[in-house]
């Protein structure tokens, strides 16, 4: 029998209603801030419009801001008009029925007694059932005092329902802070009930590359030593530190963009087949690339690590100011705000393959992407040399234009040999009608579900930054080898990342 068109199929109609939630109430500690603002709310707002959020749902915000229940969702309805300008009044009046808000203090007892009781009203009068996601979207400054407080307060204790705590990044400043903000939130609530987010991993294509990696059979035997010559991974915005330079100035790119979505990445790109399509099975292989990495040491760190900040330059032909110049930013600021390093992971597949990672502020343009780089053809049959021949590379998009490109070489159509590079394109955009997800949208959805697959383990996050310890040390107890600024806005970074790539004929993708 022909199966019936998508949304008839009963299997596909299964696929949706496994995916929808049991009633819950959502905390939010922060909720006057950007991110509720920008991103929680819209992502929630997808889910609900899709039917994926639990007929029973409660929103209570919290944070010092005193505001009344009206001004918190007339400022959320606001932000949301951003990215959904035909909202209607009751459309939103239906998704926001059940949001409340609560000003208090986060180190003020009597607000998490006062949530308790809201929270049991909750229950009973919308039938939340006495599951609680607790969402941290403060400044980590404060996390330690919310996670201990809500334990004082009972919040963690899973008797009617569920309990679970969702961890923004940053996730501690160091290895030590991390092992103690771990330590922290353990002594509260289980591993299972926590929830450490890096919204990378809720995206369409790092998604995807498990299922490219593990869904297809040709693609997992040329993946190793033997086949591949080096792997990038690049990470680049254009945008310079706006209005984040306090945090910035203190975090720098390692921090910002290294010890989380890249390593993250990495790991998704380099990790063994795992058992099971299963959070522990993933992130047990993880793991083992974090440890895998080969420790940076005093001679090493020079020779694999690089380290850039913008000074003024140009972008889109506009003049734009350097990081120094910018408003909260040190004058003499040593702060880095492009990273490239070379690592390698000591494990038999990896051996000898170089991961060549960067990320910077002020460069050309933002993208985020993979390259696989292969080797070259090793006899060379036609009338070219060597040199001339571009290695195969596959590149995976993560952001924007999400897909995946190989590059292979081709003969040019007349009656010479000659051989030229041409792409086989696969692009979200084109082949399927419906667009990708946004990650929130998807972590949202998976922590109310329980599953923590793409959420990150407490011993991933120290293992990260226990092998970015030794760059972070020397970086923040040395000079620049080269004067800051070192690149000009609006360029792929300081010259001396070249020197990572050590064969001629690898080089930096200009992308
Ligand atoms: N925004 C993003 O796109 C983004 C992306 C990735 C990760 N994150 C992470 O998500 C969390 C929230 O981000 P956000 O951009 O929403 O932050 P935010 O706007 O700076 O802060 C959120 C709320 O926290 C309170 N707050 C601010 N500074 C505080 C302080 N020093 N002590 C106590 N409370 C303070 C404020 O509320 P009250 O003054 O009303 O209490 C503020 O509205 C952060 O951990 C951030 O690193 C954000």
């Keep these: 029998m022909a199966t019936p068109i998508l949304m008839e199929n009963p299997l596909r109609q299964g696929l949706f209603a496994d995916r929808v939630p049991a009633p819950c109430s959502l905390v939010i500690y922060g909720a006057s801030g950007d991110l509720t603002h920008r991103k929680l709310v819209p992502a929630l707002f997808d889910l609900y419009e899709k039917h994926l959020l639990p007929a029973s749902f409660s929103l209570i915000g919290i944070s010092r801001s005193k505001i009344s229940d009206e001004e918190f969702k007339q400022g959320l309805k606001v932000a949301l008009k951003e990215s959904e300008p035909q909202l209607s009044d009751s459309l939103w009046n239906s998704f926001s029925q059940n949001f409340h808000y609560m000003a208090g203090g986060y180190d003020d007892f009597k607000t998490y007694q006062a949530l308790s009781q809201m929270l049991d009203q909750v229950d009973q009068e919308n039938g939340t059932s006495g599951n609680r996601i607790f969402y941290l979207s403060t400044p980590p400054n404060v996390f330690e005092n919310i996670i201990s407080n809500l334990g004082a307060a009972g919040l963690a204790k ?50 995807n590359l498990l299922v490219m990696r593990f869904a297809n059979s040709i693609f997992e035997p040329i993946w190793d030593r033997r086949y591949v010559d080096h792997i990038q991974i690049t990470a680049s915005e254009d945008m310079g530190v706006g209005s984040r330079a306090g945090y910035y100035e203190s975090s720098g790119i390692l921090r910002d963009m290294f010890q989380n979505h890249l390593f993250q990445v990495m790991s998704l790109v380099a990790m063994e087949p795992p058992v099971a399509f299963e959070a522990n099975a993933i992130r047990d292989e993880k793991l083992k690339i974090l440890k895998s990495i080969r420790p940076f040491n005093e001679n090493t760190v020079y020779q ?4 850039g900040q913008y ?55 933002r993208t985020t992407e993979v390259a696989i780089q292969f080797k070259q053809p090793p006899n060379l049959l036609f009338k070219t040399n060597v040199s001339d021949l571009s290695p195969n590379v596959m590149v995976i998009r993560i952001q924007p234009d999400e897909g995946i ?74 000079e620049p080898e080269r004067h800051f600024p070192n690149y000009e806005a609006g360029t792929w970074g300081p010259a001396e990342a070249d020197n990572l790539l050590e064969k001629p004929w690898r080089k930096w993708r200009r992308l």
């Design 405 to 478: 490109t190989l590059k292979f070489e081709t003969k040019v159509p007349g009656m010479s040999m000659e051989v030229r590079t041409v792409n086989m394109d696969f692009r979200y955009g084109t082949s399927f009608a419906e667009g990708t997800s946004e990650a929130y949208e998807r972590l949202l959805l998976d922590c109310m579900l329980g599953d923590a697959t793409l959420f990150i383990r407490g011993d991933e996050v120290e293992a990260a930054w226990a092998a970015l310890m030794p760059v972070l040390n020397h970086w923040e107890t040395t």
């Design 304 to 307: 694999w690590a690089v380290r």
């Design 158 to 207: 899973e008797e009617k329902g569920f309990a679970r705590i969702v961890i923004e990044k940053p996730f501690g400043h160091d290895l030590e802070s991390a092992q103690e903000l771990n330590q922290k939130v353990k002594e509260v609530f289980k591993e299972r009930q926590i929830y450490r987010i890096d919204h990378y991993l809720g995206k369409e294509t790092v998604q």
């Design 311 to 365: 000074g003024p330059g140009y972008l889109s032909g506009e003049k734009v100011p350097g990081y120094r110049e910018a408003e909260g930013v040190n004058p003499k600021s040593n702060t880095p705000t492009y990273a490239a390093l070379k690592i390698f992971l000591d494990t038999w597949r990896w051996h000898g393959v170089p991961f060549l990672l960067r990320s910077g502020k002020r460069l050309p343009k």
